[in-house]
């Protein structure tokens, strides 16, 4: 037996009609009805009554549930199998925070289109409550953002837990933290904090709001590469995440340090919807980005 005959048998309790049926699939009659006999000579049961009129069987209607079971699987494996032959093939919609569309995308994209360039690839930058409406919504296929992500029926991986590093200008070193390098005292310091809608202030504030300290925020914004300009001019102190610190590159001028509290932890995830139908390039995506951040370091330059 084969799916072929499978396929006319669906067709034929679809149409209950041999002649309409044979048309449909470009077969005679007589062809079609062999195909049928050969099925239910296969199973021993009958699987139509031929009077008064083409009917299914009990038997008739079971197969038929079945069987288009596993023609859908058939075709599933045979795209997969096409996909996997043409160099995956397909579109990927990448939901991602401001401040990780730069520094995740330059690490893990470049090599994901190495190995899949016939993947389309389109990022979708936003805060954390956009890129979990763009999901739910369907405009992205994937988000990476810290966790919790607040949606259901969505699976979720876990990449990195990162660290929140403290930036600060070498005079405030100086001014606030002394020689020690008291991270306590340079809270004193003016502060120049991402907007309330970022994890990574959410963070902030259950620290301050932990430790009774009243901030001195001079400045706030959503661009955490503008804070660090502005640090650079001595305006302020300001916070960025563990990979952002490792990939600024010239850090002269300032001191990067690492907050311990455990509030200063957020973890990096990816996130997509449940179900069986995970495209063969979401599916390629999430196992390299796991596969990357699994690496001693997370492929990540040191932070002076």
């Known amino acids: ?59 008739g209607s079971r197969l038929l549930e079945q069987a288009r079971l596993l023609v859908q699987l058939n ?52 805060n954390s409550a956009e890129l979990c409406g763009f999901l ?30 403290m930036v600060v200008p070498q005079t405030f070193m100086e001014q606030y933290g002394g020689p020690s390098r008291d991270v306590e005292a340079l809270f004193k310091a003016p502060l120049l904090l991402l907007s309330k809608d970022s994890f990574l202030r959410n963070i902030l504030d259950r620290y301050f709001k932990k430790q009774h300290i009243t901030p001195n925020i001079v400045l706030e914004s959503k661009n955490i590469a503008t804070l660090c300009s502005l ?32 509030l200063s932890l957020g973890e990096l995830m990816i996130a997509y919807p449940d179900g069986p139908a995970v495209s063969p390039a979401l599916r390629d995506f999430v196992e390299l980005a796991a596969a990357f951040f699994a690496e001693p370091g997370a492929g990540l330059d040191k932070a002076e």
């Open 1 to 59: 037996m084969n799916l072929y005959k499978l396929k006319y048998f669906i067709v034929a309790a679809e149409e209950l009609n041999i002649s309409k049926a044979a048309e449909r699939l470009f077969i005679s009659q007589q062809a079609l009805s062999s195909q049928i006999g050969q099925l239910e000579q296969h199973y021993g049961v009958r699987l139509f009554e031929r009077r008064p009129n083409l009917a299914l069987t009990y038997a």
């Open 75 to 126: 075709d599933q494996i045979e795209a997969e199998m096409e996909s996997i032959r043409k160099n995956r093939r397909g579109s990927l919609r990448i939901g991602i925070s401001y401040a990780r569309g730069n520094l995740f995308a330059s690490r893990v994209l470049p090599i994901y289109h190495r190995e899949y360039p016939a993947v389309d690839l389109t990022l979708v930058e936003g």
């Open 136 to 165: 739910e919504n369907g405009r992205v296929d994937v988000i990476v953002d810290f966790s919790p992500i607040l949606l259901r029926d969505i699976t979720t991986v876990r990449l990195l837990k990162e660290r929140v590093f």
């Open 231 to 262: 640090c650079r001019q001595n305006m302020g102190v300001t916070f960025c995440s563990e990979m952002y610190a490792r990939q600024m590159g010239d850090t002269s001028g300032l001191t990067l340090l690492p907050m311990a509290d455990d």
